[in-house]
């Protein structure tokens, strides 16, 4: 498995190249890995020409779902057939508690630790940010409540799910004119116990694409430290999701 973070109790967010079409990122993603590196640091999303709306910004494209959006220059983006998940701690498969695909991080190695004293040296992100399909669910505003409160259990309070808190669940509508639903989770009282155990927030930007499929935009990051990503930054990449075409599809 190529992963970005191993599964430890505090920060789990772990990552894997998926092989096949991945049409559907939701939890229960069969995690099929291979060991072929990535596309190139220098080019990892390929051929793909979107502009970004945001002048000096990255674009992140997820041609799997039509998706793109835009992030600050610090991000770094990961090839297209990137999955990033988070999981039980004590499940012995892995098995995705939720996960997304073509991720952009910030920081990948904002804090490193070998919790379980084992050898084995684990990075932590500072934030991630990417999309997924969303089909099985019933509705945006479901998914707006509950994509941020299962990221932020799965990457920074496990096993105590009493430790999040929803958040504000809200119609949206994106610059390009996509209207959806964002919804809001953070946690409180996660106690540094390790070295990367911090408090988190995600967001989450659900919606109906042309066909009518629902699919969703996230974000998570630590909470209460001295780089969070302000709430304004967060809220203004959700605004810059756009539907994408695939150029070889035209």
Same mark, same amino acid.
């Given at each position: 498995?190529?992963?970005?973070?191993?599964? $430890?109790?505090?920060?789990?967010?772990?990552? !894997?190249?998926?092989?096949?079409?991945?049409?559907?990122?939701?939890?229960?993603?069969?995690? +099929?890995?291979?060991?072929?590196?990535?596309?190139?640091?220098?080019?990892?999303?390929?051929?793909?020409?979107?502009?970004?709306?945001?002048?000096?910004?990255?674009?992140? $494209?997820?041609?799997? /779902?039509?998706?793109?959006?835009?992030?600050?220059?610090?991000?770094?983006? /990961?090839?297209?057939?990137?999955?990033?998940?988070?999981?039980?701690?004590?499940?012995?498969?892995?098995?995705? %508690?939720?996960?997304?695909?073509?991720?952009?991080?910030?920081?990948?190695?904002?804090?490193?630790?070998?919790?379980?004293?084992?050898?084995?040296?684990?990075?932590?992100?500072?934030?991630?940010?990417?999309?997924?399909?969303?089909?099985?669910?019933?509705?945006?505003?479901?998914?707006?409540?509950?994509?941020?409160?299962?990221?932020?259990?799965?990457?920074?309070?496990?096993?105590?799910?009493?430790?999040?808190?929803?958040?504000?669940?809200?119609?949206?509508?994106?610059?390009?004119?996509?209207?959806?639903?964002?919804?809001?989770?953070?946690?409180?009282?996660?106690?540094?116990?390790?070295?990367?155990?911090?408090?988190?927030?995600?967001?989450?930007?659900? !919606?109906?694409?042309? /066909?009518?499929? %629902?699919?969703?935009?996230? !974000? !998570?990051?630590?909470?209460?430290?001295?780089?969070?990503?302000?709430?304004?930054?967060?809220?203004?990449?959700?605004?810059?999701?756009? %539907?994408? +075409?695939?150029?070889?599809?035209?």
């Amino acid at each position: 498995m190529i992963a970005a973070t191993a599964v $430890v109790a505090a920060a789990t967010a772990t990552g !894997f190249v998926l092989l096949g079409s991945g049409e559907d990122d939701r939890a229960g993603t069969d995690p +099929t890995t291979t060991t072929s590196p990535p596309a190139s640091p220098d080019n990892p999303r390929g051929t793909d020409t979107e502009t970004a709306t945001v002048k000096g910004w990255k674009v992140v $494209v997820n041609p799997s /779902q039509g998706i793109a959006f835009d992030v600050p220059p610090q991000w770094a983006l /990961q090839s297209t057939s990137w999955v990033t998940y988070v999981s039980e701690n004590d499940d012995p498969d892995d098995t995705p %508690l939720i996960a997304m695909r073509a991720p952009a991080y910030l920081k990948e190695q904002w804090c490193t630790s070998d919790e379980d004293k084992g050898g084995t040296v684990e990075d932590t992100p500072l934030a991630v940010a990417g999309s997924r399909g969303n089909n099985g669910a019933r509705s945006a505003e479901e998914i707006a409540g509950s994509d941020p409160r299962t990221w932020v259990y799965g990457q920074f309070t496990q096993p105590d799910k009493n430790k999040v808190r929803p958040g504000t669940v809200k119609p949206f509508t994106t610059n390009s004119g996509i209207k959806g639903t964002l919804g809001t989770a953070w946690s409180v009282g996660v106690k540094s116990t390790q070295k990367c155990a911090t408090n988190g927030k995600a967001w989450t930007f659900a !919606f109906k694409n042309p /066909q009518g499929d %629902l699919a969703s935009w996230s !974000f !998570f990051g630590a909470k209460g430290v001295s780089d969070e990503v302000p709430d304004e930054t967060v809220r203004k990449i959700a605004a810059t999701v756009r %539907l994408y +075409t695939d150029p070889s599809d035209s």
